[in-house]
C-alpha cells in the first residue's frame, strides 16, 4: 500500500477542484506544471461531454462514447489526485472540503465547479414525470422511456391509450429541447416505422412546447425561423406561448389543455448546484454564487466559483451563457489566476469572456450556426457543428468511434445504441434506496 | 395505425417462439420463408451475444456492443412479429400463451427458448452479495461493483477496510469465472495502478474458488493444468477443492474460513428459467424440461424446449451442454422439424448435437482452445477466440467496433468501458419497486 489518507506530507499548496465537468477539468489540466498539488472530487467516476448527452438519450450514441473516467484523463498527472466521493459542504474557517464518507480534505485554494441541474420553478413533484437530461442516469432514463412507449403501444389494446403512449412532449425549446424534439421525431417517422407491424410509428406526436415566443430564442430570429420550419419538416408539432401548468404519468397540461403523453421529457430550466450554499455566497435566482472579476468570493479570495455554478457578467455587463466552451475558459482563467497567487506569474486582467458562437442540430442532417457575422443553415451547419463536437472530444478512440458511428446513422440510417436496459426486478437496485442497494454501493448514496 | 390486437385474420400457422436468445433467434432465421406466421416474445428488447458478456462486466467493452434490439434483427422480416413482454405461462388447453400485461397469444406451434439464470443452490439469499452473470443488468452491476470497490478502497482510512474493498472473490470455476478472474487480476495488476494515488491497486487480491478438484474440469487435464498456471501468472488465487459456505455484504465464508471482501462474483451454477413448469413438463434438477428426439414435449407434441431450458443427451447419452453453438443447433432443428409439420418437406432424424469444442481466455492475450484432435493454449489459441467470436457476432457493424476495441485495449492496455453508472439516488428508480417505477415504467416490472 501508499500512504494512507494522513495527508501527505507535502509543502505543496494545495488546490482542490469539486466537479469533474468542462470547469474543473479545464483548470487541472492548465494547472500542469504549476507546482502544486490538486485534488479532483467527484461524486461520479467520469467526465461527460454533455453536449452529446441528447445522442446518448436517443439511441445514436452509447454512454461510453461521451463520457470518460476522470482518473483515465489524469493517469499520468502525478499532482492530481482523484476521489469518487460526495461533497456535503465546506467549512471555510478550517479550509476544509467535508465528504459523506472519509475524512475532510484541507485546501489552500478552492475551485467549486459543481455546475448544475435542471430546475421545475417549483413544481419538483414533475420530475417523476417529466426527466431532465443532465447525467449519463437521465440520458439511460429517457432512452428507456422513449424506446419503452414505442413498445407498450405496440402491445396496447386500448386505441386511446396506444395513441397516449406514442405522444412525446418535450418542454424547453432551447437547444436541448429542439435537439431531443428532433431526433424522437425522425426515430418515430423515419427510423422505427419498419420495426414494428401492429403499430404505425409514424403516427406518433412529439410536441415541442415553449412558453416563450419563439424557439432557440437566443439565436437571430431568421435563424430561429428556420429551426421551426425545419423542425416542422421533421414531423415535430412546435408550441410556443404556451406554458405547461403540470405533468402526471399520463398526460402532460398545457394552459387548461389535458394532453394524453406517456413521455414527457423537461428541457426547460436549469438550477445550480447548492455550492453556493456551502460556501455561504450571495447566489442569483438560478442559485449561482456571484463572483468577483477574478471569479474568486469576495468573502473568501481563496474560494473561485467558475461553469454553471458561477453567476458572471462579462465586461459589456451580460451573462456569462452556461455552455461548455464558457466553462471550460472560466476554468482555464481561474488556473491563471492561481498559478499568479502562487507567484509563477503576474496576475491576469479581470475574467473576460469571448463568443466563439452558437450551434444547434436539427436532426441529423441539419443545423444552425451562428458566429455572429457568419451564419449558416442546413446540412453545411450540421457538418460544421459534427467537426466542432469531434474535435473537441477527448481521446482519439473516443472521436473516432463518434465519427463512425455518425456516419452508420447517416448512411444506413440505423441507430447504433438502441438498447433497454432497467434495473432487474430480481436485483436489489430495485430495493429502498439506503436498504440493501446503500449497503453493496456506498458511494452512490 | 396498422389493425389492433384482434388476431390479424391470417391463414398461416401461428409460430410462437418465447425468447430472444441464441436458440430463439436462431430458430426464428431457419424458419425464413417457411409460410408460416411468428410471434417473437421477449421480457428484454435486445438479443445478448453471452458469450461475451464477462467482457462488458470487465470494462472491455460496452453493452450496446454485445446486444442488438431483436426488432433491429427482424426488421425485414414482415412474418416476424416482436412483442416485448413477460410470459406469466401457457395454457395448453387453449394453447395461448399468457402475458402479465395484454391480450393471450394464442399458438399453433410453441417454441420456449427462455434460457436459464444463475443458481444459488438453495442460498437464495447469497444472490443479493454474489451476483451472477445473465444479463446486460448483471453485467452493468458486476462492473460497478468492481470499479466501485478501487474508489472505494481509494478513499478508505482504515487499513482492514481497505484490505477488504481490494479483495475480490469469484465463486465457481468453469469458463465465465476463469474468464472474469482472469481480468479483474489484470484490472488490479496491469491496468488500473497507474490511475491511483493513494493505494496500490496490484495489492488486490483476486480469488478464484472451486468446489471441485480442478479448474475447467471440462477441458482436458492438461489444457486445465495451463489455464491453472497461467491465472496465477494473471496474480489470481485458484482455490480448488474449497466450498463455498456463505456470502455477505462484507465476506466469503470458504469451508469454516472467513475471508474479509466486499466484491463477490457467482458463477457456479445454472437453474432453468419456469418454462418448464409453465407447460407441466417432467425436469432435471436444474429444471430443464425433458424433451423427445426431435425436441418436443411427448405431453404437447407441439410444444418444443430449446436452448438452456432443455434438457437433452445425444445418442451417446451425453448431455448437451449449455452454450451458444448447442442452442443454435437446437433452434435450427426445431425450424425444419416445424417446417416438416407444415408440410414442406421430411422430418429429420432425432436432433444429434455436433460439439465444434470448448473455447476459454485467461485474461487479454492467452486462451486455451480444445477441438478435440487439436489443441491449443496461449497466444495462438486468444487470436483463434476472439476471430471465432468476431466472426460470430451478429451485425457487421458490431464486429467492426469490437474489434476496434479489442485492438485498442491490446495495444494500449487501456480499457474502453470503465464508467461506473447507478440509478442516481435524485431519481425515483432507486424508489421501491412496484411505486413511482413501476407507474412509470410498466414493462420493466
Same mark, same amino acid.
Given at each position: 500500500?501508499?500512504?494512507?489518507?494522513?495527508?501527505?506530507?507535502?509543502?505543496?499548496?494545495?488546490?482542490?477542484?469539486?466537479?469533474?465537468?468542462?470547469?474543473?477539468?479545464?483548470?487541472?489540466?492548465? !494547472?500542469?506544471?504549476?507546482?502544486?498539488?490538486?485534488?479532483?472530487?467527484?461524486?461520479?467516476?467520469?467526465?461527460?461531454?454533455?453536449?452529446?448527452?441528447?445522442?446518448?438519450?436517443?439511441?445514436?450514441? #452509447?454512454?461510453?462514447?461521451?463520457?470518460?473516467?476522470?482518473?483515465?484523463?489524469?493517469?499520468?498527472?502525478?499532482?492530481?489526485?482523484?476521489?469518487?466521493?460526495?461533497?456535503?459542504?465546506?467549512?471555510?474557517?478550517?479550509?476544509?472540503?467535508?465528504?459523506?464518507?472519509?475524512?475532510?480534505?484541507?485546501?489552500?485554494?478552492?475551485?467549486?465547479?459543481?455546475?448544475?441541474?435542471?430546475?421545475?420553478? =417549483?413544481?419538483?413533484?414533475?420530475?417523476?414525470?417529466?426527466?431532465?437530461?443532465?447525467?449519463?442516469?437521465?440520458?439511460?432514463?429517457?432512452?428507456?422511456?422513449?424506446?419503452?412507449?414505442?413498445?407498450?403501444?405496440?402491445?396496447?389494446?386500448?386505441?386511446?391509450?396506444?395513441?397516449?403512449?406514442?405522444?412525446?412532449?418535450?418542454?424547453?425549446?432551447?437547444?436541448?429541447?429542439?435537439?431531443?424534439?428532433?431526433?424522437?421525431?425522425?426515430?418515430?417517422?423515419?427510423?422505427?416505422?419498419?420495426?414494428?407491424?401492429? %403499430?404505425?410509428?409514424?403516427?406518433?406526436?412529439?410536441?415541442? %412546447?415553449?412558453? =416563450?415566443?419563439?424557439?432557440?430564442?437566443?439565436?437571430?430570429?431568421?435563424?430561429?425561423?428556420?429551426?421551426?420550419?425545419?423542425?416542422?419538416?421533421?414531423?415535430?408539432?412546435?408550441?410556443?406561448?404556451?406554458?405547461?401548468?403540470?405533468?402526471?404519468?399520463?398526460?402532460?397540461?398545457?394552459?387548461?389543455?389535458?394532453?394524453?403523453?406517456?413521455?414527457?421529457?423537461?428541457?426547460?430550466?436549469?438550477?445550480?448546484?447548492?455550492?453556493?450554499?456551502?460556501?455561504?455566497?450571495?447566489?442569483?435566482?438560478?442559485?449561482?454564487?456571484?463572483?468577483? *472579476?477574478?471569479?474568486?468570493?469576495?468573502?473568501?479570495?481563496?474560494?473561485?466559483?467558475?461553469?454553471?455554478?458561477?453567476?458572471?457578467?462579462?465586461? #459589456?455587463?451580460?451573462?456569462?451563457? =452556461?455552455?461548455?466552451?464558457?466553462?471550460?475558459?472560466?476554468?482555464?482563467?481561474?488556473?491563471?489566476?492561481?498559478?499568479?497567487?502562487?507567484?509563477?506569474?503576474?496576475? *491576469?486582467?479581470?475574467?473576460?469572456?469571448?463568443?466563439?458562437?452558437?450551434?444547434?442540430?436539427?436532426?441529423?442532417?441539419?443545423?444552425? #450556426?451562428?458566429?455572429?457575422?457568419?451564419?449558416?443553415?442546413?446540412?453545411?451547419?450540421?457538418?460544421?457543428?459534427? %467537426?466542432?463536437? %469531434?474535435?473537441? !472530444?477527448? =481521446?482519439?478512440?473516443?472521436?473516432?468511434?463518434?465519427?463512425?458511428?455518425?456516419?452508420?446513422?447517416?448512411?444506413?440510417?440505423?441507430?447504433? #445504441?438502441?438498447?433497454?436496459?432497467?434495473?432487474?426486478?430480481?436485483? *436489489?437496485?430495485?430495493?429502498?434506496?439506503?436498504?440493501?442497494?446503500?449497503?453493496?454501493?456506498?458511494?452512490?448514496?
Amino acid at each position: 500500500m501508499k500512504t494512507a489518507h494522513q495527508p501527505i506530507p507535502d509543502k505543496r499548496p494545495h488546490v482542490v477542484v469539486v466537479g469533474g465537468g468542462f470547469a474543473g477539468v479545464q483548470c487541472i489540466k492548465s !494547472l500542469r506544471g504549476a507546482g502544486a498539488r490538486i485534488t479532483l472530487i467527484d461524486q461520479r467516476n467520469h467526465h461527460l461531454f454533455q453536449p452529446l448527452l441528447y445522442q446518448a438519450a436517443t439511441t445514436i450514441l #452509447a454512454p461510453s462514447e461521451i463520457a470518460w473516467p476522470l482518473r483515465q484523463l489524469f493517469r499520468d498527472r502525478q499532482d492530481v489526485t482523484t476521489l469518487m466521493g460526495r461533497v456535503t459542504g465546506v467549512d471555510t474557517s478550517k479550509r476544509c472540503v467535508l465528504l459523506k464518507r472519509g475524512a475532510p480534505v484541507s485546501y489552500d485554494y478552492l475551485v467549486l465547479a459543481t455546475g448544475a441541474r435542471h430546475s421545475y420553478f =417549483g413544481h419538483d413533484a414533475w420530475e417523476a414525470h417529466a426527466p431532465g437530461l443532465k447525467t449519463l442516469e437521465d440520458a439511460t432514463r429517457i432512452r428507456r422511456k422513449v424506446l419503452q412507449a414505442f413498445e407498450m403501444a405496440e402491445t396496447e389494446d386500448d386505441p386511446e391509450a396506444r395513441a397516449a403512449h406514442l405522444t412525446f412532449a418535450v418542454i424547453g425549446a432551447g437547444p436541448t429541447g429542439v435537439e431531443l424534439a428532433g431526433i424522437i421525431a425522425e426515430l418515430a417517422h423515419r427510423i422505427l416505422p419498419r420495426d414494428f407491424r401492429r %403499430i404505425d410509428t409514424r403516427a406518433a406526436r412529439v410536441l415541442l %412546447i415553449e412558453a =416563450g415566443p419563439t424557439v432557440l430564442s437566443a439565436f437571430p430570429e431568421q435563424l430561429s425561423a428556420y429551426a421551426r420550419q425545419s423542425l416542422a419538416g421533421l414531423g415535430v408539432e412546435v408550441m410556443t406561448g404556451d406554458a405547461v401548468t403540470g405533468c402526471s404519468a399520463d398526460a402532460v397540461m398545457v394552459g387548461d389543455r389535458r394532453i394524453p403523453c406517456r413521455t414527457i421529457i423537461w428541457a426547460a430550466g436549469v438550477q445550480a448546484s447548492p455550492a453556493a450554499s456551502w460556501v455561504g455566497a450571495s447566489r442569483d435566482r438560478a442559485g449561482r454564487a456571484f463572483v468577483g *472579476p477574478d471569479l474568486s468570493l469576495a468573502s473568501h479570495p481563496d474560494i473561485f466559483v467558475v461553469g454553471d455554478a458561477a453567476s458572471v457578467s462579462d465586461t #459589456a455587463g451580460q451573462a456569462v451563457p =452556461g455552455i461548455a466552451p464558457a466553462a471550460k475558459q472560466m476554468g482555464a482563467y481561474v488556473a491563471a489566476v492561481i498559478r499568479a497567487r502562487l507567484g509563477a506569474r503576474g496576475a *491576469p486582467g479581470p475574467f473576460v469572456y469571448r463568443h466563439a458562437g452558437n450551434l444547434a442540430t436539427l436532426g441529423r442532417r441539419a443545423a444552425i #450556426a451562428d458566429f455572429g457575422r457568419v451564419t449558416l443553415t442546413g446540412a453545411v451547419a450540421w457538418w460544421v457543428w459534427g %467537426i466542432a463536437h %469531434i474535435y473537441f !472530444l477527448i =481521446g482519439t478512440r473516443s472521436r473516432f468511434v463518434v465519427a463512425w458511428n455518425w456516419l452508420w446513422t447517416f448512411v444506413t440510417r440505423q441507430n447504433a #445504441a438502441r438498447l433497454i436496459t432497467m434495473s432487474d426486478p430480481r436485483l *436489489p437496485q430495485a430495493a429502498p434506496a439506503g436498504t440493501e442497494r446503500s449497503k453493496r454501493s456506498p458511494a452512490s448514496s
